[in-house]
């Protein structure tokens, strides 16, 4: 493999914080590089034109689907 494959994780913010903690043992391994919004987003940044970038520049997305929010909201398109 040329370079590393690089992985895309979508997620409910409620679940953030299971979903870095496997970031990071992804990124443990030589040929894989995470991108988690966490550590790629700069706060007041335009969000949805980046996520469309960086959907766009890897080679995988993984999406996790956690329990659903129970608090009334709505979840909506991201893109």
């Not at 040329?2 to 992985?7: D, Q, Y």
């Amino acid at each position: 493999m040329a370079g590393k494959l690089k992985i895309f994780l979508s997620h409910n913010s409620a679940d953030k914080p299971a979903v870095e903690a496997l970031a990071l043992r992804l990124r443990q391994e030589n040929d894989v590089e995470p991108w988690l919004d966490k550590w790629n987003l700069i706060p007041g940044q335009p969000w949805q034109e980046e996520l469309e970038v960086a959907i766009k520049g890897c080679d995988s997305c993984v999406i996790f689907i956690g329990i659903p929010d129970r608090s009334g909201g709505s979840v909506g398109p991201i893109l």
